[in-house]
């Protein structure tokens, strides 16, 4: 079974811009949610969604936004980059959520220049 | 709210020496409790969580964790380490009341460094 795909592995930005990550659950997941790792602030919960709903949030600004299409698949999207926005973003599948199991992507490195 | 702190951000270690990662927790009510391992470059994988019931959890690899509710801890062990096991580790929680999914609270990770 193919495991979570994040695309794409690597980006570069401006200040100012928009970004949009994608994230491939695992097959059958309908559960994903995404995480932001910086090396000040570690892994911080952005989000995560269920059957193209939101079902949590964590505390970030709402310039973090995210979506989920009928097929699983969530995209996650950043608008006004700053450049604390430099980070890792994993994204995470499982069938329903927490306290089951996660799997993580390899994450989306993002730099904003 | 929940917060968790990862006592140690490194711990060197020779190989086949014992280790422990230590993980303390704060929350006001119930947490699900799991421990993670990241490699260089890659996601995060889970290595075994605490739900309910026995409060000592083991892994397939060897490691495993005990769940001290009067310490609000849960700890990491192996009695002996090898080379592939130098990675960063990180303790979570997750609130275990109605609404909460898909939301993990991580400490700050530690740095498991295995010299031979």
């Known amino acids: 079974k193919a495991g979570v795909t994040q695309t794409p592995r690597y980006l570069i930005k401006t200040r100012g811009q928009q970004v949009t990550l994608s994230c491939s659950p695992i097959?059958?997941?309908?559960?994903v949610s995404w995480y932001q790792q910086t090396p000040g602030q570690g892994l911080q919960f952005l989000f995560e969604y269920f059957s193209e709903t939101q079902r949590n949030k964590g505390n970030f600004p709402g310039r973090f936004s995210g979506r989920q299409f009928s097929n699983s698949r969530s995209e996650m999207n950043v608008s006004t980059l700053e450049l604390g926005d430099s980070a890792l973003y994993l994204c995470?599948?499982?069938?329903?959520?927490?306290?089951?199991?996660?799997?993580f992507g390899p994450g989306t490195r993002l730099l904003v220049l | 709210a929940q917060s968790v702190t990862q006592l140690d951000s490194q711990v060197p270690v020779f190989e086949e020496a014992p280790v422990e990662l230590r993980c303390n927790y704060s929350s006001s009510v119930s947490v699900y409790l799991f421990w993670y391992v990241q490699y260089p470059n890659q996601g995060l994988q889970l290595l075994l969580k605490?739900?309910?019931?026995?409060?000592l959890v083991e892994s397939i690899n060897g490691f495993e964790a005990e769940f001290n509710k009067s310490q609000t801890s849960f700890h990491l062990r192996k009695p002996s380490v090898h080379i592939s096991d130098t990675a960063e580790y990180f303790c979570a929680v997750s609130p275990a009341v109605r609404g909460n999914t898909g939301k993990l609270i991580f400490g700050q990770g530690t740095t498991l460094q295995v010299k031979p």
């Open positions: 995470a599948s499982s069938f329903v959520g927490v306290p089951e199991t996660q799997y």
């Open positions: 605490y739900l309910s019931g026995s409060t």
């Open positions: 097959s059958g997941h309908r559960s």
